[in-house]
């Protein structure tokens, strides 16, 4: 697997309260991170994008917790979209200690466009798909680039 | 001023991040538990209320912290409406060790109704007010007590 | 792969602000539930542990979003330890809906056994990982049950 | 009552879900707006003390919700120390649109110092007092103000 360009990278600001009695920020406010990142992807990306109708839920998670996150680190989160399906796509995400370089921890989702009043998945919006392609600067939907290799 | 007779007592499930690194639950956390007791108050005397379109605003907190909690404490809040004015009420709470009956933090809060459409504060419903009323076991509008002193 | 038998259930308190402005527990908040199911797990099948001393730190989540959670809920979280190695182990968790059996969302960890002081991982105390197997009514060991089927 | 001059500015960054169903930063991520705020003004003023030992525990706060937040705003917490005692001090903070410079919530606190081994109140560390002072440019100490006025 080729390694991850990342473009899009935010500073995080670490809470009093995100550290829990072991002295380190807590596992469950990655996840918290994690979201920010990604809300400030997708309105980078995309600021056009009603959130009140189109919305975008989370099926799958998958994390690896690499390094302890102090209060005195300095922190930022990376995103990218490195797949793009019919209803769905993949995310990939890292914790980063920005003054080290070092990875904290990395996460991989699976996201599905869902329509919140018919609370059924639907199709990825195409101006989006392509906002996304120009963004991440490669063609990421999976049949465009089977078609591609032939 | 007379003691506050307590009639909602709602026990409360300590999460593990609640704790910081001091141990004892982080004293921004007793918010979510005062928000968790009014908002279980409020679906119990008066369940039909449309929350979605009459809002209930805090426009004002005191809080006496008392006792630290620890994750191994077993502790409640109490709600209690003390006074009712014409837009706004007040709120009387305290978080409880229910094993000791010692007060850990008491709580008090002024409540505006609010329009969520328009933005403006608005007359509390009479019907909820009744509720409250009857709830409590006591007149609590001012201008009623009031009048009943005459 | 055989379904897991869960052995302990924790109801969960649904928090005021777990809700999002999409109107469902955030996904975030999930983990608070899962961390909560495994402190009271350990507690349960093991209450002697010194967890200022003897850490278990998670290394991997995986989690599978099947549907969303909403405030009026009544949910619990369950928890099962399903393989135990020499430092590691490995959780089941999942988050059902009490009344319908509905399962919400499940949740695989990996977890290390981790000195606090030296900030390595060390190995499982035995006194506990037989705690564990009695617990969950079977052989956990990797390498035991490897034993067994020669 | 002088106006608090604030020389103490922390820009805050919202996060997902600080935002509840209503659209808006739900009450009790304020809190954790002035706790952040409070721990930055300590490690600005005075950075040598070891909060392990010595803490500082919130007694009592009081607050006034004046407007909503929403996610897009920029919003800033200020801190200031407005007077010191022996063993307490009582801390001014408010939320600020940094772009429009409305006030959007404002706090006051008070404060003991407190020996986290010992559980107890003590005497305020003369150090620390002259580095508030010195940081906010003028006598907090009640008994010293009103020795001058002598």
């Known amino acids: 697997m080729e390694p991850i360009v990342y473009h899009h990278t935010l500073p995080i600001q670490i809470r009093f309260n995100d550290v829990d009695k072991f002295g380190h920020v807590n596992n469950t406010v990655y996840f918290s991170f994690y979201d920010l990142g990604k809300t400030e992807y997708f309105a980078t990306v995309y ?14 998670i998958d994390v690896d917790f690499l390094e302890q996150i102090y209060s005195t680190d300095h922190i930022a989160v990376q995103t990218a979209v490195t797949e793009i399906g ?10 980063i200690d920005t003054r080290t370089g070092v990875v ?47």
């Open 86 to 95: 019919t209803k769905s796509f993949r995310l990939a995400q890292q914790v």
């Open 47 to 60: 600021p056009h994008v009603d959130w009140e109708k189109n919305g975008i839920v989370v099926v799958h």
């Open 104 to 150: 904290k921890c990395v996460c991989n989702s699976v996201m599905v466009a869902f329509d919140l009043e018919s609370h059924t998945s639907i199709a990825l919006d195409n101006e989006w798909v392509e906002a996304i392609n120009h963004f991440e600067r490669r063609e990421l939907r999976k049949e465009k680039k089977e078609k591609k290799h032939i």
